[in-house]
């Protein structure tokens, strides 16, 4: 009870915080309805950029460039209003993916023996956790101590904002092609979590070396993914070459490693 009062409240301060993202996240559900449409513009060439990170063995993933967003019912401008960096991470990765996405993600890894810790304080670990928007579940929803690590510094600035209650460890840190994840011990994390960070990765030439760190960190790690993407063979290739168990359903590949 206390737990779920947590996540209302954090919900409530990150409104607060960004109402733009907060009224951009429901106004792009609306979208969906008869006659009502949603659309946004990006202020920069974020898929150019990619392509340009990715060509040079670097990470790419996250929601780069501000914009513009307007929302048109019956075809009349009702609404507009432009966001930035930060907010556009916040909506994208707070707002808009839910405590509800998270359960679902935690029901199908009970297919494949994954159950949350009971234990309290138990601590997960998020590589790319961006804005901490399913990272914070954790916290509010199971009691974990969380901890995470992303590279993009307007991430781990609305990270930090969000963490009202200063119990969260957020750094802004690239976790692969840096010495960061030497600092944790063998098992140090009772989890990491993985969410849509593998698959904006899987070009850099570090990659089995970083999967070894993450195992080497971890009890479990515990990972969701998109099946198919940008023409890479699926994602359940590689995490079963990598040891995982898995699972695909709607497109989405669940997957689970324990020692
Ligand atoms: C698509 S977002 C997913 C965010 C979050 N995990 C979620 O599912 O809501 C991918 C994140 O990985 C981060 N990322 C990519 N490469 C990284 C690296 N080398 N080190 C740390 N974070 C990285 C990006 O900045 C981005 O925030």
């Known amino acids: 009870m206390i737990l779920s009062i947590k996540s209302v409240a954090r919900k409530l301060w990150a409104f607060g915080l960004y109402p733009k993202s907060g009224i951009a996240s429901f106004l792009s559900k609306c979208g969906r309805l008869p006659l009502c449409h949603y659309e946004e513009k990006r202020l920069g060439d974020a898929v150019r950029e990619k392509i340009e ?20 019912f019956c075809g009349v401008s009702l609404i507009g209003f432009s966001l930035s960096e930060e907010e556009i991470n916040v909506q994208q990765f707070y707002f808009y993916r839910s405590a509800q996405l998270l359960r679902e993600y ?7 023996n994954f159950q949350v810790p009971t234990k309290k304080g138990f601590s997960v670990f998020e ?23 992303d590279i993009y510094a307007p991430a781990i600035k ?5 963490d009202y209650l200063k119990e969260a460890d957020f750094e802004c840190a690239d976790v692969i092609q840096s010495q960061y994840l030497k600092k944790f011990s ?20 570090e990659l089995e070396n970083y999967i070894s760190e993450l195992k080497r960190i971890s009890s479990t790690i515990i990972c969701v993914e998109i099946e198919e993407f940008a023409g890479r063979a699926p994602m359940s290739f590689y995490l079963k070459a990598w040891g995982f168990d898995c699972s695909v359903k709607d497109d989405i590949t669940y997957g689970h490693f324990s020692h």
């Open 106 to 112: 935690l029901n199908e890894l009970k297919a494949l």
């Open 127 to 149: 590589p790319g956790c961006n804005c901490g928007g399913l990272l914070f579940n954790f916290a509010d929803h199971y009691g974990a101590k969380i901890h995470g690590a």
């Open 186 to 205: 063998d098992r140090h994390f009772d989890i990491v979590f993985v969410s849509s960070h593998f698959t904006h990765i899987m070009h850099v030439v």
């Open 53 to 72: 990170r990715r060509e040079q063995n670097l990470s790419v993933g996250w929601a780069k460039f501000g914009k513009v967003v307007r929302f048109k």
């Open 158 to 162: 609305s990270a930090k904002r969000l």
